[in-house]
Every structure is written in C-alpha cells, then in structure tokens.
C-alpha cells in the first residue's frame, strides 16, 4: 500500500510537470522592461506573449528585465533566476548600459559569458540580442563593444540577433525623445528582429 501511495505521487508529479508550459526567460535592461512606454505590454516581451499564442505555442514568457541593469548586475541576478523560473530558453539581452558607461569590454564579455554558461548548465538555450554604441563612442570602443557579441556567439555556438535595434535606431519616429529607446510603434520591428532567431529555437 505504501508502494502504491509513493508510485501515485509521482505519477501525479510527472504528469503536473508536462502540464506546466515551458518557460522562456527574458533577461535584460531597459529596452525589454518597456522603459518609457505608457503600458508595459506595448513593449516587444507582450508583444512575444501575443505572437507565440497566435502561432499556437505552448510558453510562458517571464520578463525579468530590470532597467538600468548592467551585465555584472545581471550576472549576481541569473542564478536565482534560473532556479526560479527553470527557462527551456534564455533571452539574454544586456551589455547596453555597460557600453553607455564606457565600462571595460573584457569584463562586459566574461559577464556574458558566465550568464552563457549558467544558463545553459540549468538546461536552458540561449538566445543572444547584441548592441551597438553611437560613433561618438569613437571608434574602437564602438567596434570592440559589438565585437564582444559576436565573439561569445561564435564561441558558444549561440542563436543571435547582433544588433536588437537594426532598422530602428536611427530612424526618429520609431524612438523616444531620448534616442536611446523605441517607442510604441518601433517595439513590433523590435519583436520581428528577435523573433527571426527565435522560432528555430521553438516547439510546438
């Protein structure tokens, strides 16, 4: 009898775990927290959640997007993160206000490494959104800033989008007054540029 209350329990639990959705986790700053948007689900993390229900997928999407965060914030944030949330894909998305504080890029990218490694230890993929610096940056920080992105892609064999904000950033229309952040109406080219790297990464 004993056996058979034990064997019950985790029949139950196993078949509660395929019940529950599988989670993808958005990881990163302003841009994903919907910074300076009227309502938060304008931003391209709703406009995630809408399209995967209309394509008929199956996720959740946790939004853990903090403004301001920088990826060594993000790195003492992940691990807590990953046990609670448990994503089948990380998106992460950070990087952005080191470069806007001219912080050290071999640190910003063994942060992103290390946010890599543990997401894909807790079982997760990964889906990596680069970012761009303006020119007057100068030069070589500029391109060493992006480079940092398409190294640990290349390294780890990521899924990437190398610059989340092509064809948005330097149009005035689709950004807030402060140049930095899309508006309502660039977050759908925001979600249509994740969302091509994305989808591979899906099931049904």
Same mark, same amino acid.
């Given at each position: 009898?004993?056996?058979?209350? &034990?064997?019950?329990?985790?029949?139950? /639990?196993?078949?509660?775990?395929?019940?529950?959705?599988?989670?993808?986790?958005?990881?990163?700053?302003? &841009?994903? @927290?919907?910074?300076?948007?009227?309502?938060?689900?304008?931003?391209?993390?709703?406009?995630?959640?809408?399209?995967?229900?209309?394509?008929?997928?199956?996720?959740?999407?946790?939004?853990?997007?903090?403004?301001?965060? /920088? /990826?060594?914030?993000?790195?003492?944030?992940? #691990?807590?993160?990953?046990?609670?949330?448990?994503?089948? &894909?990380?998106?992460?998305?950070?990087?952005?206000?080191?470069?806007?504080?001219?912080?050290?890029?071999?640190?910003?990218?063994?942060?992103?490494?290390?946010?890599?490694?543990?997401?894909?230890?807790?079982?997760?993929?990964?889906?990596?959104?680069?970012?761009?610096?303006?020119?007057?940056?100068?030069?070589?920080?500029?391109?060493?800033?992006?480079?940092?992105? $398409?190294?640990?892609?290349?390294?780890?064999?990521?899924?990437?989008? #190398?610059?989340?904000?092509?064809? &948005?950033?330097? $149009?005035?229309?689709?950004?807030?007054?402060?140049?930095?952040?899309? +508006?309502?109406?660039?977050?759908?080219?925001?979600?249509? +540029?994740?969302? $091509? @790297?994305?989808?591979?990464?899906?099931?049904?």
């Amino acid at each position: 009898m004993h056996r058979l209350l &034990i064997l019950s329990i985790l029949l139950l /639990t196993a078949a509660t775990a395929r019940a529950e959705p599988a989670t993808i986790l958005v990881f990163g700053d302003s &841009i994903s @927290a919907g910074y300076g948007l009227a309502d938060a689900n304008q931003g391209w993390v709703g406009l995630l959640r809408k399209k995967l229900h209309q394509e008929g997928y199956g996720y959740q999407v946790v939004n853990a997007s903090v403004s301001g965060e /920088t /990826t060594a914030g993000g790195l003492a944030r992940l #691990p807590r993160a990953l046990a609670l949330h448990h994503p089948e &894909i990380v998106i992460l998305e950070l990087g952005g206000n080191d470069g806007l504080r001219a912080l050290p890029i071999p640190a910003m990218r063994a942060n992103l490494d290390s946010m890599v490694q543990l997401s894909r230890g807790a079982g997760a993929q990964v889906l990596l959104l680069g970012m761009r610096m303006p020119p007057n940056y100068g030069p070589d920080y500029t391109s060493q800033f992006f480079g940092a992105y $398409t190294a640990t892609a290349k390294e780890f064999k990521l899924a990437i989008v #190398p610059f989340l904000l092509d064809g &948005i950033a330097l $149009t005035p229309s689709l950004m807030q007054a402060d140049d930095i952040h899309p +508006n309502e109406q660039g977050q759908p080219l925001l979600l249509a +540029n994740v969302w $091509t @790297a994305l989808k591979p990464l899906l099931h049904h």
